[in-house]
């Protein structure tokens, strides 16, 4: 298993954007599908959104169409375009393969904080 790197967030206003970026070290044409997660305090972790390797998305119902995924091979990178923010979408995200759940279930990222406040 390789190490997960997930960037990008920080506070921002409600409506506003921020894209998420996740970065392994496995090429990710080894990866068939990869999934960001997302988990708020005292919540347990949900699956936010998720692509497979022939582009095939699918999003929880709380973020569809405000939230898209997307990756580039090329990069190893996965990015979640997160945008119309509210403040329940405050949260640590992380990334993960797998498309029904969690495949690295012992190896996750440090995460990135995301904040949505006024």
């Known amino acids: 298993q390789a190490r997960l790197v997930e960037s990008g967030g920080g506070l921002v206003q409600p409506g506003g954007s921020l894209r998420l970026t996740c970065t392994t070290q496995?090429?990710?044409?080894?990866?068939?599908?990869m999934g960001w997660y997302r988990q708020a305090p005292g919540k347990e972790r949900e699956l936010v959104a998720a692509i497979i390797s022939d582009g095939g998305t699918k999003y929880a119902d709380s973020v569809k169409g405000r939230f898209t995924i997307s990756r580039d091979n090329a990069k190893n990178t996965v990015y979640l375009q997160m945008s119309r923010l509210k403040p329940e979408d405050s949260a640590v995200y992380y990334c993960n393969p797998g498309w029904f759940g969690p495949l690295w279930d012992d190896s996750w990222g440090q995460g990135t904080q995301v904040t949505v406040s006024s």
């Open positions: 496995m090429s990710m044409y080894s990866i068939n599908a």
